[in-house]
Structures are given as structure tokens and as C-alpha cells.
């Protein structure tokens, strides 16, 4: 089992719905939970930490963890064009990230 | 101005070349990451440094060397360049002494092509 795992995608949603992201983890310790966006040739950026059990919102992105399922994700409420890219998801363990293979969102206007 | 700044932006070399990339940053950071990335494979680590004087193999170190000449610099060095090592370089940096230390935060990207 792969320890940080995304489903790849492509996910197309159209312009204004509700994008979905899901990420799964293999070690029940981790404490906590980043989402990365990247754009096609640029380098990864930060957009959602989260470290407890529940929901985290910022702005149109909400994160939301299940710490007993392992498994932590990512909705992107009203989605623009502009929210096309890969989503990275990223898990700690001995002070390292580990980074899930990532999904492809491309929002259809 | 960008916190973290790799050089050079694009390589193109040959097959047996020495090839150095170079990381710096102004975010006064003491950790330091090299990954590369390749279609399908994600983010792979390749070293990693907690301080000048910590380096650390990654999962897929062969082939490459580092050097942390100072706390604001790291580079990644590749002794004799293969085919197989195109890929996007990134560099990343944290901060150990915040709460979210593992918040990682990266420069723009090298796209090395070997020939």
C-alpha cells in the first residue's frame, strides 16, 4: 500500500460547481495534512493545512479530515478556470513530506 | 523578490556531463529539500538538510550529490548526467523552530533534459 494515495484523475467539474479531492494515508500517527496546488510546469503551493478531526475552511477551499478512515480531502466550492491544476496532497513522517502521485482538475467553463 | 530561487531555470546537456544546480533562499529557513518530479511519480526526495552540517539521503539519492555551503544555500550536483535524470528539479525549505514545521515551501523549478 502506497503511503500517501490520490486518485490521478482526470476530474473535470464544470465551471461554478463543487470539486472534490480525496487523499488517503497508510500511517494511523499522522498528525498533520497539507493540500499543494500546482499549476502545468510551475512549483507546488501551499493552500490548505489541516490537524485536527473535522473541517478547515479558507475562503472557497474547505478541508476535511477523517482521522478513523485516514483519509483527508478537498472541496473547492464555486470552482473557476482558474482553480485548473493538479492538487498535491502531503503527509509528515520523520520529518519529511510524503506526496501523493496527485489528481488533474480541470474545470469545464 | 522570490523567498526561494533556483538556477539555473532550464538546462539541456549531454550524457557523462557535470551538472550543478543551485538553490538559494532569503526566508532564513534551516531545512532544505531536493526533489524531482516526473509524469505519474509525484515528488520524489532526493536529499534533504536539516542544518549545515545535517545531509541525508532521500528515497532515490543515486546518482546525485549535495552540498549545503551555507544555511541560505543548497545545491544538487549530478557527476555524470543520464537520460533518465530528465526531470523538473524542485528545491523546498522549512522552518524548524515554528509549529508547523513541516510546512515546505519551494522554489520555481530547474527542467533539466539529458541528451
Known amino acids: 500500500q502506497k503511503e500517501v494515495e490520490q486518485n490521478s484523475g482526470p476530474l473535470s467539474v464544470p465551471e461554478g460547481a463543487i470539486a472534490s479531492l480525496n487523499c488517503t494515508y497508510s500511517?494511523?500517527?499522522?498528525?498533520?495534512f497539507f493540500w499543494y496546488r500546482q499549476y502545468s510546469g510551475k512549483s507546488p503551493e501551499l493552500i490548505m493545512s489541516?490537524?485536527?478531526?473535522g473541517d478547515k475552511e479558507d475562503g472557497r477551499f474547505t478541508a476535511q479530515l477523517n482521522k478513523a478512515s485516514q483519509y483527508v480531502s478537498l472541496l473547492i466550492r464555486d470552482s473557476q478556470p482558474s482553480d485548473s491544476a493538479t492538487y498535491l496532497c502531503?503527509?509528515?513522517?520523520?520529518?519529511?513530506?510524503?506526496f501523493g502521485t496527485g489528481t488533474r482538475l480541470t474545470i469545464i467553463p | 523578490d522570490a523567498d526561494v530561487t533556483q538556477t539555473p531555470r532550464n538546462r539541456i546537456t549531454k550524457t557523462g556531463k557535470r551538472i550543478m544546480l543551485e538553490c538559494s533562499q532569503t526566508?532564513?529557513?534551516?531545512?532544505m529539500y531536493w526533489y524531482r518530479q516526473d509524469p505519474g511519480l509525484g515528488l520524489r526526495l532526493i536529499y534533504y538538510?536539516?542544518?549545515?552540517?545535517?545531509?541525508n539521503k532521500g528515497e532515490i539519492s543515486d546518482g546525485y550529490s549535495v552540498s549545503r555551503q551555507a544555511q541560505a544555500k543548497f545545491s544538487l550536483s549530478l557527476e555524470s548526467a543520464i537520460p533518465n535524470q530528465t526531470a523538473l528539479y524542485f528545491c523546498?525549505?522549512?522552518?524548524?523552530?515554528?509549529?508547523?514545521?513541516?510546512?515546505?515551501?519551494f522554489g520555481p523549478g530547474t527542467r533539466l533534459t539529458v541528451l
Open positions: 489541516i490537524y485536527s478531526n
Open positions: 523546498a525549505t522549512s522552518d524548524s523552530s515554528r509549529r508547523a514545521t513541516d510546512t515546505q515551501y
Open positions: 538538510s536539516f542544518d549545515v552540517k545535517d545531509i
Open positions: 500511517d494511523r500517527v499522522s498528525q498533520s
Open positions: 526566508k532564513g529557513h534551516d531545512r
Open positions: 502531503a503527509v509528515p513522517k520523520n520529518e519529511k513530506l510524503t
